[in-house]
């Protein structure tokens, strides 16, 4: 569905809106009604967009995923070798656990909301969750066996999820330099196997 742009604004505010809400306050916690008025709309103008709260969360999660993508699309431009790739992610996660408005990983949050693996907020939480194994995996590639690089992914994908959660109850710095210390091992041994 094409809007026009006064309504692809609008649509725009709302997930916005909402994003901040969600990130503070949760999902469930996170009414409808509130919504409508942080994001100063009309009802009809959020249903309009977003006939169901599920589909908004989804939007939410959708457009959180692909901000993140683009923000380490660019950081990957610089970095020239698949283990500095690798290593800006584990920057970009460093510095997100030391911004002030750090609340936990959204997605990880869903998750924890939204269990059930057929529910379409779970299934947008694996997509974002498996698109940055995925990222990872296509990176190692450049330098192992495709079996060899899925596990790897696997590996530092745990790292990541986990550093995120201690970085939640407030040991992000220990966290990534923990974390980073384990994927710059890893990565080491694979390179010796090779």
Not at 130 to 150: F, Y
Request: contains cysteine; aromatic residues 8%.
């Amino acid at each position: 569905m094409v809007l026009r742009a006064d309504a692809a604004e609008k649509r725009q505010h709302i997930v916005e809106t909402a994003y901040g809400l969600f990130k503070r306050v949760g999902f469930h916690a996170t009414g409808i009604d509130r919504i409508i008025s942080e994001a100063a709309v009309a009802k009809m103008t959020m249903y309009r967009h977003f006939p169901s709260k599920d589909g908004l969360i989804v939007e939410v999660l959708d457009w959180r995923a692909g901000r993140f993508e683009r923000q380490l699309d660019g950081l990957a431009e610089a970095a020239t070798t698949p283990q500095r790739k690798i290593a800006t992610i584990f920057d970009w996660y460093g510095r997100w656990f030391e911004r002030p408005n750090f609340h936990g990983c959204l997605f990880q949050h869903a998750l924890a909301e939204f269990g059930d693996p057929e529910h379409p907020v779970f299934k947008a939480v694996a997509r974002q969750k498996d698109g940055l194994k995925r990222r990872m995996q296509e990176i190692l590639e450049a330098r192992m066996p495709a079996a060899q690089a899925e596990s790897t992914a696997s590996a530092l994908f745990m790292l990541i999820e986990g550093a995120t959660l201690l970085a939640q109850m407030g040991q992000g710095k220990a966290a990534i330099e923990n974390a980073r210390a384990a994927a710059e091992r890893i990565l080491a041994v694979r390179k010796a196997l090779r």
